[in-house]
């Protein structure tokens, strides 16, 4: 079995990594090869929690669930919104880096949040089953979008996001 938790944390620690590899990237193409991917994996990565983690916390979580969810939806609008702007600059010029920067600002501060918040609330209020159940839509959802294929990486309003999903 798969704790979606668990696969959730993976990806976590692969950001982590992934940004410090940037460190040692030297040249255009090494920080392309680098950044792109690991861009395209968090973009993917909040889009999965989107249509699999937060509609369940929303519903089910601590009475605070709904802010949780309403802060890492803005959180991920901050991300996706950096890495779009990321893509208007060359690797490697001071427009990239801040970008990318943003970009990892955002997320270190969103992991630490959402590591603290949303997943120890979903763990209190969710049985190993479930957490089962969603790990298998998790890795389902990474096989139907290989390389991002059919997902948008839109902003989405956080209130009616929340609202949508109670
Ligand atoms: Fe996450
Ligand atoms: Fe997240």
Do not use: C
Not at 14 to 20: S, Y
Not at 26 to 32: C, F, N, T, V
Not at 147 to 164: C, H, I, M, N, W
Request: glycine share 8%; no cysteine; proline share 4%.
């Amino acid at each position: 079995m798969e704790d979606i938790t668990a696969l959730i944390l993976d990806d976590h620690a692969a950001f982590r990594r992934g940004f410090a590899r940037l460190d040692d990237a030297r040249g255009e193409a090494a920080l392309r090869a680098v950044w792109e991917p690991l861009a395209l994996h968090l973009d993917i990565h909040a889009e999965a929690e989107e249509a699999i983690l937060y509609p369940y916390l929303v519903r089910h979580g601590d009475p605070g669930a709904g802010e949780e969810t309403d802060d890492a939806i803005g959180d991920h609008n901050k991300i996706r919104d950096a890495i779009a702007e990321s893509k208007r600059h060359v690797p490697g010029t001071d427009g990239w880096w801040a970008a990318v920067w943003q970009a990892r600002r955002e997320n270190s501060e969103h992991l630490a949040e959402e590591e603290d918040g949303a997943l120890a609330d979903f763990r209190r209020n969710s049985s190993l089953e479930l957490r089962a159940e969603l790990g298998a839509r998790w890795l389902t959802f990474y096989g139907e979008h290989p390389g991002g294929r059919d997902l948008t990486f839109q902003d989405k309003d956080p209130k009616a996001y929340v609202q949508e999903h109670r």
